[in-house]
């Protein structure tokens, strides 16, 4: 972030008063390009907390000032189109002859623009005319003035997997029924939804069933039964501690003994939905069993990504028929295919993680933000303070979406911070990278450069009319 390590052009914010001088520090160290040229055409930042006590040359004149600083640290060649890169220099010069108007003049040619950079704020004039591979202009170490963290946090247009590969704190892994990777899969936040999915499952079912139809609804109650003893079966595998010999014989009962459809006698749909359903709890049940025969305490089975079925494909009819009407059958159904979802992700992720690595299409691309000195991502499954991941991360690195090339990493990293978002129902999971070498810190820099670049571009149109 600002106020550090960075090669960046401080000198127009050094020359600031005091006050905007504490002000502009927020700034660099907050918003995106895209905010501070908002934040110009808009004449005003939300981090001026008093904006009317202050002149309006007061406020661009800091604004500006942001706007060389953030401007003289990207690098010069990015994965962006050409019109792209034109649109930041412009805006640079935009900042610079507003800034340089009392030394300068209006109407100054470029030529004396140059001269006077080169003469009083060289490391503008050198950014201007630097290569990318030239090496980058150093900075003496400077106070962070109120931020802890040396890297500027964006998005990228990028996917990632992580595994975790061990604890940090170097305490011998527990070694239980079977080999656990350490990642806690059933927690506070995964539990929650389980349970409420399934009240909301057995109540739909019992409006709907218990009095007119109590052997189908019988037979619905089986059907919460069996899911509810998978998931038991899947906390023990996440943990590594379960009863190996009685979770097989539940299992192979679960599919040797179909559900009896008699109960259901005369309502074809019902029964149909109700046997799709039973193939994807087989899925999950049969690839289990599949996990249990085939791990020990030293290593764990690790399988294909499950396949989809056929109620994975008709779901999204049902969740749009139960907008039309308010069958508490249909939304039980629902109800129970989210639960099975959420059980089949979490199989999916203690079997299929280590296989998931070969197969980028399947890597996750919601993540909260990215720097060169480390990566912060959301998930319902836990990990440790102090634990160490492998992060592997596929960056779109082609400047335009009609083509696409890409470029993939891998990177430990250490868990330094979780945070519950009840907000999306996962934890934010922030991590710091180990030891990165220069091509990770080079590609993940211009990665999050050329986001934050074509999201300003993409704005450039409601800029001007707001001029």
Known sequence: MPGTHYDNDHAFIEELPFHLKKVAHRIIREDSLEAILLGIDNQTSTHFHSPDTLSLNDILRTLYACLVAKITFFDK??????????????????????????????????????????????????????????????????????????????????????????????????????????????????????????????????????????????LFIVVAEKNEYLREVLNGISVGRLSLEESKRFLRSSLEETLDFASLKGNIRTESILRDFEEKVNLISRSTLTLLENSTPHKLYQGPVLERVKIDHDIRDYIEKKKRNGSKLLMSFINLYHYAVLLEKIYNNISSSQYIIIFPEYWTEEYHDISSGGFSFFTPFLVDINDILELFFRFDISPTDKANE?????????????????????YQISCQFIQPDKKVVDLIRKATQSKELKDAFASADLIDMME
């Open 77 to 218: 060649q990015l994965y962006v189109l050409e019109t792209e890169m034109t649109f930041l220099y412009e805006q640079l010069y935009r900042a610079l002859r507003y800034l340089l108007a009392p030394q300068l003049g209006d109407d100054i040619s470029d030529e004396a623009l140059q001269a006077y950079l080169k003469q009083y704020y060289p490391k503008t004039h050198y950014w201007i005319h630097k290569k990318d591979s030239d090496d980058r202009y150093s900075l003496a170490i400077r106070s962070r003035r109120e931020n802890t963290r040396r890297f500027y946090r964006y998005t990228a247009n990028m996917r990632y997997h992580f595994i975790r590969i061990g604890s940090h704190e170097g305490t011998d892994e527990l070694v239980g029924d079977i080999y656990s990777s350490g990642i806690q899969h059933f927690t506070k936040i995964v539990n929650e939804k389980l349970d409420t999915l399934m009240t909301y499952y057995q109540s739909n079912i019992r409006e709907a069933l218990v009095d007119t139809h109590p052997e189908a609804y019988d």
């Open 406 to 426: 890409y470029e993939i990493v891998h990177q430990k990293a250490k868990v330094v911070r979780i945070d519950e978002n009840k907000e999306k129902g996962a």
